[in-house]
Every structure is written in structure tokens, then in C-alpha cells.
């Protein structure tokens, strides 16, 4: 079976990941390289940011994403020589108005990842003595995790172009779908080239609203830019991930440590801001004074794919027999991915499903275009 992909960002990638080993054979378009839109730009906190502020179809599918990960790098490390570090760093929350949420929601759930304890000011020195003095009490969460998203991708971009089942085509625009009856006979190129598969996925995350037109569908996917700054400080300097008021602070292994982000409705526009930065940089010294004495080696900007309520659209695209959705995951692409793929790939090959799909079912997109 040949399923072609349009977009490498994480849910093409892992989407073509999950396929190729169930022995299918896949073509993967992307208008840029690939891994060079929201998927680099991200933070790699492997959960939601406050779960209980999504709705229960974003957490269902974010709880996979440490262990599918841990499987994922154990499997690609042997081909690619890259490890994507999953850093099992715990994560402070400042939010004093989520504490009481936040530790019933350990309480309801009873899931490992979200298991918290408040911690008072003696108890959080001992688990991050570089936090602010400022900050007398948290919320910790020993069990959470990012990942080093760069290097991630990385290593799925080596593996796939390697393997003998999978043609990349970068730089590529898919232009046109032709449509047969409730099919897609082909795609088609700016440049005119028509590809034949037996299947096809948007995988365009933050541009998938640009098919709404040709498709007669409203698809309420639009881009969300987000800033981040990058400081390096010595290597294991900061040992847990922080976050106050949606802003956080993510290390690595290696020292640096990731802060962001941002939240602004211009467009595709991904110019860095002076102000933003400013902005950031406030926020997280406020949670960690100390930064302020280290450099900032880079900052950047990428565009999240947002969509009403953050749950994803996952299966197949309304009255079209072969063309798959993979988009809409807002500002949890990172720690959807891995599910939202293996569901998709569940749902091309006719197996049972991880989880219930109902939730990312597209007819959320019927609302028609006229002709």
C-alpha cells in the first residue's frame, strides 16, 4: 500500500513512521525542509501545560506520548545515532490558583504522569535551588518529562530517508487534489508533476486551513506565532522544568535551557519581536533569578496550528474515501504526536484503535464552502 503524506513536521513524520513498519510505502511532501516549522520550534514538554484546563480528548492522547517516545528512541537510536534525550526533569508550577485544581486532578485521574505534591519553601529549595525566593510554595510533578525536539525530528528524518520504503520530496508544494467520485485520484505539484497513491494525509499543521477551499470544508486551523529565547547555562544547572502564568522554562541536558512562549494572532509571520523577547525574558527571571547572568544564545518564533479546542482532527476527511486528517493539535503537537499517528495508522489499515476516536472525528470540519 502507498500512502503519500503532505507535511514533515511531527504528525507527517511520525505519522510515516507508524505506517512504514506496518510495510507500507510512503511519499512525504513538505513546501519547505522538512521539521523546520512548529515541530523544531516547540518546547518538548511531553504533556499539556495545565491538563486540566483541556478537555479530557487532549489529555487522552498526550498520555502516551513519555512512552511511546522511550519506545520510538530505543527503536531509531541503533539506525540514526541520534538521541533525542528524554529528559526526565519534573516540573515546578508557580500558579498558586492551580494548586487545589491541579492536586484534585492528580486525585481523579490517578495517572503517573500527573501525580503532583504541593511542595512549601524548604521542600522546594531541595528540589530547585535556583528558584526565585519569591516563590514560597509549588506544585511539583516529579514524573514529567520533555524532549529535545530538534534532535528529535532529526532522528526521524535520518531514519525515514534511509529506510528503502520512503521517498522524501522537500521543497515541494502540493498545489491540487484531484478529485474522482469519493476519491483522490492524484495529487498534484506546483511544478505540474501528478503523484498516484493509495492514500493521502494532510499533515500541514498550522497551513492546513488552505485546503478548506479546494475540499468545500471549513477547517479551522489557523497559525498562533510563539516565541521562545534560549539561554546556556552549565551543563544539569537547572534541574527542573518551571512554569508561572503559561510562561516556562525547560533544561537540557546539555545546559541549555528552552523559555517561552508566546501567544500572537499575525499571521505567518515568524519575524522574532524586540518586545516579546523582553517579555519572556522578565518572566523567566522572575521564576529563576540567576538566568540573568547567562548568555542568550538564541531566540526564534514558529507557528502553532491552532484549532477551536485544541483536540486535533484524526481520520478520514468527509465523503473521501482515501484522504486522511492529522492536524489541528494547537500547542500540543509534541506530546499528541506520537498517539495521534498510531491512531491514524490504526484507522488507514483497519485496526483497532488505541483509544476512541470519536473525539477527533473530522466531521467536526462539515460545515461546507459553496461552490
Known sequence: MHIAII?????????AVELVEQGCSVSIFDQQHAGNAASWAGGGILSPMY??????????????????????????????GIDFQIHESGMLIFDEEDFEIGL???DQHQHPMQHCEYLQQEQLKKVNPHVSEHFKHALYFPQLANVRNPRLLK?????????????????TWIDKFQKNSQQIEFIQTQSGQKIYADHYVIATGAWSNHWSEQLHLNIPVNPVQGQMLLFKT??????TMCMNKVMYLIPRLDGHVVCGSSMDNIGFDQRPSVQTQ???FKACVKMV????DFPIVKQWAGLRPSSPTGIPYIGQMPELNNLWANFGHYRNGLCMGPSSARLLRQFILKQPTLISPLAYSTNRLQSSISD
Do not use: C, M
Open 278 to 280: 523582553q517579555n519572556i
Open 104 to 106: 484534585n486532578y492528580k
Open 155 to 171: 532522528s526521524l528524518i535520518t531514519y525515514l530517508k534511509q529506510h528503502p520504503q520512503v521517498q522524501f520530496y522537500e521543497n
Open 289 to 292: 533569578p540567576e538566568l540573568a
Open 234 to 239: 552549565p551543563e544539569n544547572w537547572l534541574p
Open 7 to 15: 507535511g514533515a513536521g511531527i504528525s507527517g513524520l511520525l505519522s
Open 51 to 80: 491538563p486540566w484546563r483541556y478537555p479530557d480528548a487532549v489529555n487522552q492522547l498526550a498520555q502516551f506520548g513519555k512512552a511511546f517516545y522511550q519506545e520510538w528512541n530505543e527503536k531509531l537510536l541503533p539506525h540514526t
